[in-house]
């Protein structure tokens, strides 16, 4: 059903299926491409936490473009660089589960298996940090 084999009770309960939806995502290159897309249980393999926890299995993303730069500057200010662009997208409805932390604009997205970046993924516009 999903594109990660997710843990048990994942996407949590206050996950909802996707209305079309304009999302952030800070991005290494800029253009869309599948590398910008692979969860944190796939990057960091050895690494016990990321396999059991939900989170992990789900992509990031912004609910606008202030929260994604207060995130990237966040992390420059720990001296590590995430990304070196922010990339307006829309997604198409039923793309998966969402869960948007409305404190913070950020979202985990867990993708249906079917899910194609390419064709269920539009890029709208990419700026430079």
């Known amino acids: 059903m ?7 009770n994942c996407p949590p309960k206050s996950a909802v299926e996707n209305d079309i939806v304009i999302l952030y995502r800070i991005f290494q ?16 393999p050895d690494n016990k936490r990321f396999q059991q ?3 992990a299995f ?8 202030d929260c994604a730069l207060s995130k990237y500057k966040e992390i420059l200010g720990k001296g590590k660089k995430m990304g ?18 409305s404190h ?8 249906y298996e079917r899910f194609d970046i390419y064709n269920d993924i539009e890029c709208l516009e990419i700026t430079k940090l």
């Open 58 to 65: 789900g992509i990031s993303f912004y609910t606008n473009y």
């Open 29 to 44: 290159g800029n253009k869309l491409d599948a590398s910008e897309f692979i969860p944190y249980n796939t990057l960091y």
């Open 104 to 111: 913070t604009g950020h979202c985990n997205f867990w993708f």
């Open 2 to 8: 999903y594109k990660e084999k997710l843990p048990k």
């Open 53 to 55: 926890m939900c989170d």
């Open 84 to 101: 070196n662009f922010i990339a307006k997208l829309k997604i198409k409805q039923k793309s998966g589960f969402i869960k948007i932390n």
